[in-house]
């Protein structure tokens, strides 16, 4: 990094500092404001990367990042840079974000005429709609985040995106719960569709002013490719993509790689295996998967594949199952209206000697719902 890289940088990172603890922000701006107008989308992934480091919490950070955006709308969007190409990674992103910008604006019909009364089965399709664009923050986080992170250690600071990502998931999940009530609360309903709308359209911006032109100048061609391959795993929220076949065949002397693959993408389940070093070695590829896996999670650390909230719990059972202190941690939660189980076996050679984690994701719903016997003979 050059001097003048880091005397930026600095400079940023005081007046951070100072805004999120001063009450003269006008004045505060015009101290900073040559600097502030210079900044570029590297220098607040390494300002958000440095908080973090220092032990300031996401959350105290999460309050001031829409007001940073604020301050650095200017600078950023005077940033060139070479815009993605049509039909690559990048442009199908941006193309998922040109349509849910256009469901909200078909949105706003309903929220002009406050009639939720009586299009409250509208208005559900639409959350519906917009719950469904979560498909493209499952491609930044399981896709773009990993691979940026093998490129540079400060990305890290991003994580922070993942924690919007639940914020927005939350409100939806709010939204429809106050709509399928006998009696809408019209005051809630509009601070929730207001709040989705803050959330979305900041996201939009933080991603296309901080991160798709952070991830075009350190990405190459080829690794842009093999993210765009990764995305054919996951669905795109309204855009038809151009998606080519891809094969693969691999053999050995009992079982073929193919009908090996054809057998645990077969597998009612899903399984994902993490090696004695805590990083992702395989996952299956089940029909309607829970949890949706990308090839750049190989080798990625499990702790980065979960929000920082629970990666204490991650911690705890690493620990556990390193010490030989417990053998499976068992979890279930509600999702979409299904029961989901979620287990963790600890991997042991002859020796007791521990080798990974298997992690087993279930949807039970209707194994809960069994009564009496079925027998093979009554098939």
């Not at 992103?93 to 406050?114: A, D, G, H, R």
């Not at 790689?257 to 077969?266: R, T, V």
């Not at 909230?309 to 209206?337: D, Q, R, T, Y």
Request: net charge negative; aromatic share 12%; charged share 25%.
């Amino acid at each position: 990094m050059s001097y003048e890289e880091n005397k930026r940088i600095k400079e940023l990172q005081e007046y951070v500092s100072e805004l999120m603890i001063g009450d003269n922000k006008k004045q505060l701006y015009e101290k900073y404001r040559e600097v502030i107008n210079n900044v570029v989308p590297m220098d607040v992934i390494k300002i958000e990367y440095n908080f973090l480091s220092s032990g300031l919490s996401a959350t105290k950070l999460l309050e001031n990042v829409d007001m940073l955006m604020n301050v650095f709308h200017k600078g950023l969007s005077a940033y060139t840079w070479e815009k993605p190409i049509i039909d690559s990674f990048l442009y199908y992103l941006m193309e998922e974000n040109k349509q849910i910008v256009f469901t909200l604006n078909n949105l706003k019909k309903y929220i002009s005429s406050q009639t939720f009364e009586e299009n409250r089965s509208d208005i559900l399709l639409f959350i519906e709609d917009i719950n469904s664009f979560d498909c493209h923050y499952q491609k930044i986080v399981n896709i773009i985040f990993p691979t940026m992170q093998k490129k540079l250690i400060e990305f890290n600071g991003l994580a922070i995106m993942w924690e919007l990502h639940l914020t927005v998931r939350k409100t939806l999940k709010s939204l429809k719960t106050h709509f399928s009530e006998k009696i809408i609360d019209i005051k809630k309903i509009n601070k929730l569709i207001g709040k989705l709308f803050f959330q979305l359209h900041g996201l939009i911006k933080k991603e296309e002013l901080i991160l798709y032109p952070l991830v075009l100048t350190m990405l190459n061609d080829n690794e842009c490719q093999i993210m765009l391959e990764q995305s054919f795993d996951y669905n795109y929220y309204n855009i038809e993509i151009n998606k080519p076949l891809i094969s693969f065949s691999r053999t050995d002397e009992t079982l073929s790689m193919s009908q090996a693959e054809i057998l645990f993408n077969h597998l009612p389940f899903d399984i994902t295996f993490i090696d004695e070093f805590d990083k992702v070695s395989y996952f299956n590829q089940a029909k309607n998967r829970i949890f949706p896996r990308s090839s750049s999670v190989i080798g990625r650390d499990v702790r980065q594949c979960h929000p920082p909230k629970s990666v204490h719990i991650v911690e705890k059972i690493l620990e556990h199952f390193k010490e030989g202190k417990e053998n499976k941690a068992v979890f279930w939660i509600n999702l979409k209206g299904e029961k989901i189980l979620i287990s963790y076996y600890a991997i042991r050679d002859e020796e007791k000697n521990y080798k990974g984690i298997l992690e087993v994701v279930q949807d039970i719903t209707n194994i809960q719902n069994l009564n009496g016997e079925k027998r093979l003979l009554d098939w």
